[in-house]
């Protein structure tokens, strides 16, 4: 069974910085494309980044461009979120996604996998007020 636990949130006065971390268990996060969502009360959830496997392409949601940077280490199984200058707007529940897997291997052979899964975290509460 996968789960993901994320930690990091909380209140950061405007232009600040937060750093989300989402740690996995039961799955190779390598494997997996990883993404971080966002939801704010009334509104939809909207992905905000995400890192693709395997090549580990990221892509963001254009208000979140230049300011956010999805990371991941693979041998701590865990993916990141480095927020700077962090706007108002930018309060909601943030939310990790594993999305797989995209392939997996036995032995050297490595095959694509054409099964996968959706996995979320529980969220974790970003605010950013002065």
């Known amino acids: 069974q996968v789960q993901l636990v994320e930690s990091g949130g909380g209140l950061v006065q405007p232009g600040g910085s937060l750093r989300l971390s989402c740690a996995a268990s039961?799955?190779?996060?390598?494997?997996?494309?990883m993404s971080w969502y966002r939801q704010a009360p009334g509104k939809e959830r909207e992905l905000v980044a995400q890192?693709?496997?395997?090549?580990?392409?990221?892509n963001y949601v254009d208000s979140v461009k230049g300011r956010f940077t999805i990371s991941r280490d693979n041998a701590k199984n865990t993916v990141y979120l480095q927020m700077n200058s962090l706007h108002t707007d930018d309060t909601s529940v943030y939310y990790c996604?594993?999305?797989?897997?995209?392939?997996?291997?036995?032995?050297?052979?490595?095959?694509?996998?054409?099964?996968?899964?959706?996995?979320w975290g529980q969220g974790t509460q970003v605010t950013v007020s002065s």
């Open positions: 039961g799955a190779t996060i390598s494997t997996y494309t």
């Open positions: 996604n594993a999305y797989g897997p995209s392939y997996y291997c036995s032995g050297s052979v490595c095959y694509d996998s054409s099964i996968r899964h959706d996995y």
């Open positions: 890192i693709t496997s395997p090549n580990g392409n990221t």
